[in-house]
């Protein structure tokens, strides 16, 4: 694979070598991607987004270069080089930096200099397919996102889902004519379990834990290096499934999430669309678990919020089903019904949305009041239509934490109510279509700028909105 060199630079405006080596990396004249930063805060956050760098191209004459900047950069493998054009008395190389370049300095110089302190950088670490004109175009798996407020369980219903699918306890049709054939087959076969299904499992939360739950030994390869290899190329189906895990006693393999909470400035929307395509291309079913936080810019005002809450929104916007898990008590009951109100917000239908109660009782009249409880405060709700939305299911308590521990089959019946109830909201409801590519917005004129409502210029005694305005 092709390697080039990945620099980040800082200097003060108008520094001529810093236009200068972006011109030489702008032209392909330098092997180089060049990154620039207008702040030591920038640099610092782009040092810690898990992204490698070979190294950083710094001004002299910047306040904010100092021993911990050299020493942070330094820490994460990337090499310093600081470029002076004027003496200033202070010995970089004794403050811990690789190198230095006073200007004006050539290409030749930089390369050699670059040769030396740093290492290059490969544009994919995953090996990309070339597409073949003969080959019929591959089927798209289904995904199903599973959520919830915290402590509810959410990440063990989502285990318990994907060994549920993957057992054949749910059918997943992608299609209506395999929708038709399933129900043929099925009245001829009897009742059972169906074709088991190849399942995937995919961490997508900030504060990933299903490492954890799987006892995980190793945290590399995840979330982060999928997305990473879709940023420049589209890996094969081999070599994303080599970047995932197969957990052998409940059929089902793992994505694993990220590595630190903190790690999600490092991912891309459009990498992460193409990475999410590409799971879905390799299995049947994805079941992706996610945290239930989909604010964005158009709730918060806040750009940054939205790319916070990139995966959740990400995976919930072409969920098949949204499978919202919460508890039974008066608290748990109120948090379930206001996560319905986010998924619903965020655009999912709510016929997709699949309320589950956890650690259910076994009577029957507490699990009667928990639904209508469930139904009440929906139906208070305005953009949730209480008729459409499935009917919660209740699962009982049982020794999870112990299959967790011995890496075992979760226990019944939670697999396989899950996956027959899911299965069943997607036969009902279908595979969502395709997302429409945003369209432009047309602006009423003399909307902007005014504290009216853009509706009054259309009055048409009033066409200015000079009255409504004074």
């Known amino acids: 694979m092709r390697e080039r060199y990945v620099l980040l630079g800082l200097a003060p405006a108008r520094a001529e ?14 092997p180089a991607e060049f990154i620039r930063c207008v702040s030591v805060e920038e640099l610092r956050a782009r040092l810690r987004s898990q992204r490698a760098f070979s190294a950083v191209l710094v001004d002299a004459g910047l306040p904010g270069l100092d021993r911990d900047l050299i020493a942070t950069a330094t820490e994460l493998g990337c090499a310093v080089l600081v470029v002076e054009a004027a003496s200033s008395g202070r010995d970089w190389l004794a403050l811990g930096a690789a190198g230095m370049l006073h200007p004006p300095f050539g290409r030749d110089e930089l390369l050699e200099v670059l040769a030396a302190t740093s290492r290059p950088i490969r544009d994919a670490s995953l090996p990309v397919s070339d597409p073949d004109p003969s080959a019929s175009p591959p089927t798209r798996g289904s995904l199903v996102t599973v959520t919830g407020p915290g402590g509810t369980g959410a990440s063990i219903a989502a285990i318990a889902l994907a060994q549920g699918l993957a057992a054949g306890e749910g059918r997943v049709p992608r299609s209506r ?60 189906r081999a070599t994303v499934l080599d970047q995932t895990f197969e957990v052998a006693d409940r059929g089902y393999r793992l994505l694993l999430g990220l590595r630190r909470s903190h790690h999600w400035v490092a991912l891309r929307a459009r990498a992460l669309g193409a990475a999410l395509d590409s799971l879905q291309y390799c299995v049947d079913v994805v079941v992706a678990d996610v945290e ?179």
Request: net charge neutral; glycine share 8%; with cysteine.
């Open 177 to 236: 004519r395999e929708r038709r054939g399933r129900a043929t087959s099925t009245a001829q076969q009897g009742s059972g379990a169906g074709r088991p299904l190849s399942v995937l499992l995919a961490d997508l939360c900030r504060n990933a834990d299903q490492a954890m739950l799987h006892d995980s030994h190793v945290l590399v390869p995840g979330l982060q290096e999928l997305v990473e290899a879709h940023r420049g190329g589209s890996p094969t």
């Open 292 to 470: 239930a936080d989909l604010e964005g810019e158009a709730e918060t005002g806040s750009i940054d919020v939205e790319e916070r809450h990139l995966l959740a929104r990400a995976a919930v916007a072409r969920s098949a089903a949204v499978v919202v898990v919460g508890e039974g008590s008066t608290k748990g009951t109120h948090a379930l019904v206001r996560t319905i109100c986010d998924v619903v917000g965020a655009g999912v239908p709510a016929s997709r949305v699949l309320p589950v109660f956890t650690r259910a009782s076994r009577r029957a009249r507490v699990r009667a009041e928990q639904t209508a409880a469930l139904a009440a405060l929906a139906g208070g709700a305005s953009r949730v239509s209480v008729s459409a939305l499935p009917s919660a299911i209740h699962l009982p308590s049982r020794p999870v934490d112990a299959a967790l521990r011995d890496g075992v089959a979760l226990p019944a019946p939670l697999p396989a109510r899950l996956a027959r109830a899911v299965t069943a909201v997607i036969e009902r409801a279908g595979q969502p279509a395709a997302a429409a590519p945003a369209e432009p917005e047309r602006v009423v004129p003399g909307s902007l700028g005014r504290l009216v409502d853009p509706t009054d210029v259309d009055d048409p005694d009033d066409p200015t909105g000079e009255e409504q305005a004074s």
């Open 17 to 30: 070598w810093f236009r200068i080596v972006g011109q030489w990396a702008a032209a392909a004249v330098l």
